[in-house]
């Protein structure tokens, strides 16, 4: 028995050596295997009924430090992060170049300072001239460059960012696969340090794209979860998804919602933000942080560069190049036109169920207010038709007997009981005023630059013109109340403008000359002649020879009397003769750059506004409200639901049966109108359909007019119409109201801070209002409202036909002969061109943009502190890259020389397992002999 036991025991060991023998050589021929742990062999004495029975192998396990493990992990996030800005940096720091390369964009920009002085000495010469120009547009182009090249950057990054998500993805179903297997295989006890070797491997390589924590199961699974805690792999991987852009343009940013989120298995919340490490962090910052401020430095210096050199030669003559045609670069919204009517007696008056006609009030007068003359006052010559009215009601006129009074107007006050009211039209009247004293010399010049005529703006404002012309004369889009004689500085509105300067034009003589917004809403003048020059001159006062400036225009853009801009230079603010130009609308409006704890110091309020008029109702901004609160304000009462754009003549539906039109909103039926058979016109259905918190307008769109509805409440808006039959078609196909969203608000990061930019959809130009109080200061004041300088440098260009004759360049300005009493242009004067050399070569205060804080800054040293900021970025990344390799390499030294492979020990452990097996094989042969001897023995 004791024989048996012994073979029994010396067996154990002959296995367990083998067993431990087949471990080192798993080690040895994977000495070179990525990822592959040393395995360990534990062996341990077997016991039966409390005596020793041999050995056997306890478990196999992986030689781990899990601690460096979760250093390693943490370590190759980061270094992952750093090798993905390494790819990038080296190229923006290439694009950018040092302050001294000639092809620098701060050399660049001095270059063009050196053109404009050399300009100065020698404004006669035509290639000097010509240079000039050049020089110009060579900025601009390279703007427009290196714009391209930083917007394929960030489209790279996007692409690579989809790229990495699948990695991340593949990796998480490795995990997920290998979890499955090794919980199997724990169950069985089949073994599975193989398989969690390629886990950790998985998960070091998922380290590398993003940044992950983990714990283990008692059933051997492992939990992975990004650092801000969203589940990864649990009982099944969580796969992102996230589709790249085909385009990107300046002004798109994953904030402002242009860019995809990064979803969780099919959710809607964006895990981007949540992101803190790895090559995906990386790569988001490239495309939504890095990129993106450099860009903002770079738009910021070309939008300061156009204003600036714009403001300077807007001031200029190009003598003796006659200047006879300007088209100005500012966009202005749909002038809404009111036409003074002493008696009409065919308008109608639509609000809610109410419609009112002449049978209730007999005649309507229509004048300007006495108080605010681009308000409106109808007085009712009997009754009381307006007394259920009251300030804020919004109602539609049609009929009337002057088609310019239709259209849709809001009560400003009432009176007399409810026989007269004060209104304002909803398509905007915007308006202009001169600050104090100032005036604008408009004088036109002879080939030998002498003064032929002259006169200043305030003072034909101020002149009654209206006789000299009829309704079918006054010019698109005014009527003869624009020619008619205004007040002294007083607040003029664009159209009034455009008609008095035509006029007065006209009365000198110039009978062809014409004065008004073209289609696009931009001022055009000409004189009507090609022999002389017209020239504008900003004075101080009226009186002739008054000391030039640039006269400060104060700009009503929705025609409630406050100011909702200030801009300086008559001809600089309707852009009559810019230098550059912009291709860009002012369809985007941003705020200077501030701080995430913004709130607001007062209630405040906001108007917005385009070319079609107000969007939304007024809105209120409470005390306290943060940028996202504002941007969730905008957003929510932005929103409108309109019809399509009809001609005039389609403005009116003959319907061959009854209509209910139902207005709903998410909480139910908010107004509905019901229109018998007939002619209805679409301000009676926008009349109808205001009521309760639904307010109806026709708007003018381009040529065209649009129902528009929106909600005093903020709610989304759905439009349903049964019946109403036509000839051909009915009311809801001709209508065709859909949900509109004409302008989004979002909060943008740049720099140290945030920005409020607001969007209009369209790329038209967006106006904003608000409520000045009694300091002079509204929302747009507090927050820096301006239009934005995105896109500017992508877009800049010398002005097309200064390209194509640099001698229309302005060089001189508008001067005063005391001697002569006279104004005069000559070739000989330079002071545009030192102006603009001014414009570009002295420090002028600028804002905080991109990377870049505000401060005193020349352009060219504006784009010495970005080559300079890309510098000091570029070499940073560069060195925390060296540094965090040394310290991974370190970390894997020390991770192999733990859990790695060393020949040496297994060499050592062989030899070691080799002579115990040789050991036991001794024994075994011994008892073997010592069971033959009493087998003999005993037979």
Sequence with gaps: ??????????????????????????????????????????????????????????????QINEGLLKDIRKQTAELGKLQVESSYYPRIDDLFGNVADNSSI??????????????????????????????????????????????????????????????????????????????????????????????????????????????????????VYTNSGEMLVDNQDQPLSYTANTRIDTWMTAAGGQFNKIS?????????????????????????KTVTDLQASLDEAAQTMLEEVNKAHNRGTSYPNPSY??????????????????????????????????????SLSIAASGTNPWQTTMTASAGTPFSTMSAGTTFSVDSAEDSSNNGTYRVVSVGGGGANITVEKVNPRQTIQLSGT???????????????????????????????????????????????????????????????????????????????????????????VTNKSLAFRDQTATADGSAATDATISFDVDGDG???????????????????????????????????????????????????????????????????????????????????????????????????????????????????????????????????????????????????LHSTAGAELTVSITGGAMASGSLEASLGMNKVERVSASVIPEGSGYRLRVVQAENKEVFLSSTLDISNNNLLTELEMKPAATRTAGTISVRADLMSGPEKMGRGAVQWNADLNGYYISEGDNSTALAMADAMGNKRAMQSAGGLYAGNYSLSEYGAATISLVTRDAEH?????????????????????????????????????????????????????????????IN
Excluded at 264 to 288: H, I, S
Excluded at 332 to 339: D, I, L, N, T
């Design 325 to 362: 045609r300007y088209e100005g670069s500012r966009t202005f919204a749909k002038q809404g036109q009111v036409v003074p009517n002493a008696a009409d007696t065919a308008a109608r008056f639509m609000f809610g169920s109410t419609t009112v006609t002449s049978a209730g009030y007999t």
């Design 264 to 288: 969780v298995d099919g959710g809607t919340d964006d895990l981007a933000p949540l992101v803190k490490g790895g090559k995906l962090r990386a790569l988001l910052d490239m495309r939504d």
């Design 106 to 223: 701060s050399h660049k920009l001095n270059d063009l300072y050196e053109a404009f002085e050399l300009l100065g000495t020698q404004v006669d010469k035509p290639s000097i001239q010509w240079s000039s120009v050049q020089t110009g547009q060579d900025v601009a182009d390279l703007f427009d460059r290196m714009t391209d090249q930083l917007q394929s950057l960030r489209l790279e990054a996007d692409r690579e960012i989809e790229t990495t998500v699948q990695l991340i993805n593949d990796k998480l179903s490795d995990i997920h696969d290998l979890n499955q297997k090794i919980v199997k295989n724990s169950a069985v006890a089949t073994g599975t340090t193989d398989l969690e070797d390629k886990r950790d491997q998985a998960l070091t390589d998922l380290a590398q794209y993003i940044d992950v924590q983990y714990y283990h199961r008692q059933d051997g699974s492992m939990i």
């Design 438 to 528: 100032e005036d604008v010399v408009i004088a036109v010049f002879g080939s030998d630059g002498k003064e032929a005529q002259q006169t200043t703006l305030n003072t034909i404002m101020q002149t009654n013109y209206s006789g000299s012309y009829t309704a079918a004369t006054v010019g698109t889009g005014r009527s003869l109340s624009d020619f008619q004689a205004k007040g002294d500085h007083d607040q003029w509105s664009v159209n009034e403008v455009s008609a008095h300067v035509e006029a007065w034009l006209s009365a000198q003589g110039y009978s062809t000359a014409s004065v008004n917004l073209n289609s696009e809403g931009k001022m055009v003048i000409d004189l009507g």
């Design 877 to 937: 990344s560069s060195k925390q890259l060296e540094y965090q390799t040394a310290l991974s390499q370190s970390l894997d030294f020390q991770n192999t020389s733990f859990s790695g492979v060393n020949l040496d020990e297994e060499v050592s452990a062989m030899i070691d397992f080799q002579q115990a097996y040789s050991a036991t094989a001794k024994v075994i042969t011994v008892l073997q002999e010592m069971l033959e001897t009493l087998t003999a023995m």
């Design 562 to 708: 406050a100011v909702d801009q200030t801009v300086k230079g008559f001809a600089n603010f309707f852009g009559l003769n810019d230098f550059f130009s912009n291709s860009n609308q002012n369809s985007i409006q941003d705020s200077n750059i501030l701080p995430s704890t913004f709130k607001t110091s007062t209630t405040r309020d906001l108007k917005i506004l385009d070319g079609t008029g107000q969007l939304g109702p007024n809105m209120s901004i409470p005390a306290g409200s943060s940028l996202e609160d504002i941007a969730d304000i905008i957003n929510s009462y932005g929103r409108t639901t309109e019809s399509a754009p009809l001609s005039l003549a389609q403005t009116t539906f003959t319907l061959t049966s009854a209509a209910t039109i139902s207005v709903t909103n998410t909480s139910g039926q908010v107004s509905t109108a019901t229109v018998g058979p007939g002619a209805v016109t679409m301000e009676e259905i926008a009349g109808k359909l205001t009521s309760g918190t639904v307010v109806g307008s026709v708007i003018q769109d381009g040529d065209g007019y649009r129902l528009r």
């Design 1 to 62: 028995m004791a024989l048996t036991l012994g073979l029994n025991t010396a067996l154990s060991g002959l296995l367990t050596n083998q067993r431990a023998l087949d471990t080192v050589a798993q080690n040895v021929t994977n000495v070179n295997t990525k990822g592959y742990v040393r395995k360990v062999m534990n062996q341990e004495s077997r016991v039966l009924n409390g005596f020793g029975a041999g050995v056997q192998v306890g478990s196999v396990t992986r």
